[in-house]
């Protein structure tokens, strides 16, 4: 093991946890949105590309997901904010979406990977930028048909971005007209029941190339420092937007993933 280059991850990682946190504290947004380009950018300088980084970004993304949903659907649900019965009803499909997206991560290369990441991102900077909070599809979430392809489309585009529940949950609920502070409590949950299945997969994925301590597709130092610098900075991020608007930020912040996204399709076809 490279003791050198373990620190240079290290501090690398400490810097990307930290600024996931901020912006999921300010924003609202989750932090896979970030940590998935974030850490194919780090990986990527520190010498392990390969034709597998993709899925160990989504991976090691969904894994840090599992424990700051939790902890975000904890803290919602003592303010009586989750809508169990929404979340009760949509997790069988985000489930099955789930694990389809497993399946087809699992057996892509990292460019298509990359491609479909940032046609995706691309959508939600659209959104973030220049959607509206009072647009509406219904006065209620869909039930019967509508929910069985929903649900599954929900858990299997997270899964293929290596996001939890809020970049896709909270837009579809509040077309729906869900409450926003409802709809952001529900997504959290959304988070779970999309990362857990997901990871199990994951984690029985070889790598040819990986950091050290990979286990399958999974890097646990990038896990463990995220986890420890999110939990300390989403925090302060949430401070901050008590005390500013955090509306012309996020407009902002989702131009600049819009740039981020096409940076990687440009990488992608070779230009």
Sequence with gaps: MDFGLLAAMALMLLVIGAFAGVLAGLLGVGGGIV??????????????????????????????IIVTSIRSVMSHNKKGAVD????????????????????????????????????????VGLYMTFGKSHWRIADSMPVGVARALLSPALGFLSV????????FGVPVMSLYNVPIHRAVAT??????????????GFLTVEMAVAPPLTFGAVNLVAFGLVIAMTLITAPWGAALA?????????RVFGLFLIIVALNMLRKVAGW
């Design 35 to 64: 940590l998935v380009p974030a850490f194919f950018y780090a990986f990527s300088v520190l010498g392990y590309d390969s034709p597998q980084l993709m899925q160990m970004c989504l991976a090691t993304s969904l894994a840090t």
């Design 84 to 123: 169990w019965d929404i979340l009760k009803g949509w997790a069988p499909g985000i489930v099955v979406g789930a694990l389809i997206g497993f399946y087809i991560a699992a057996s892509l290369r990292s460019g298509a990977l990359q491609a479909i990441f940032g046609g995706l991102a691309i959508v």
């Design 160 to 167: 293929l971005m290596g996001i939890g529940g809020g970049s």
């Design 187 to 200: 997504a959290a949950g959304f988070g779970v029941i999309i990362a857990v299945p997901s990871v199990i």
């Design 242 to 250: 008590h005390r500013m608007d955090p509306k012309p930020l996020k």
